[in-house]
């Protein structure tokens, strides 16, 4: 059995569902693909996406005492929508249950969800991969996935400003981390070339 499908096990084991399990291993494909695309190590790439969502399916009240245990500093943001402290509690798992060492995977983890003013390489690949994989269903999901592909800081900019207006239109509360990324993006669209900018 090779390492990817021993810990393909593992994670199935500790999200506890099938379901959320397959995203899991659909992620690690795109993010390694994106990876390969962009001169990034894809095994780095891989293992994020397999680890991303490891508290996923926590319920609020678990997701908020574990950050508390922890003494994770939880935002108001967070405090209200307790769902998205499971991108830093999944990279403090990986670090407890699956002994990952690797600093950047754990903040690309961390970053899944809201994103981040400031992303690497690594989290911008992992967010894209989240966020588009084949699986998701939203109209402009193959075409962002395409520019991915070519451009990641175009794709950081198209997906964020697509997760902002559905936000808005749902009436939502945005994340500042979210409206941080999107202006990160913002400035860096139009300086950016379809090579990567790593
Ligand atoms: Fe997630
Ligand atoms: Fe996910």
Redesign the pocket.
Known sequence: MNRYTQLARAVRTTIGQAH?AE??IR?ARCAELLAMSHGIEPERARTAGML??LA?LWPASQLLEEASRREYPIDDFERRNPIVLHAPLSALLARDRFGLRDSEIAEAIAA??LGAAEMSPLARVLFLA?AL?PQRDFRERAELWELALQDLDAAMYATLESTLAYARSRGYEIAPRTKAAFDTFSRLKGKVSTVSTH
């Open positions: 959320r995203h899991s992620v991303h969502d996923r899944h969800t989240d994989e």
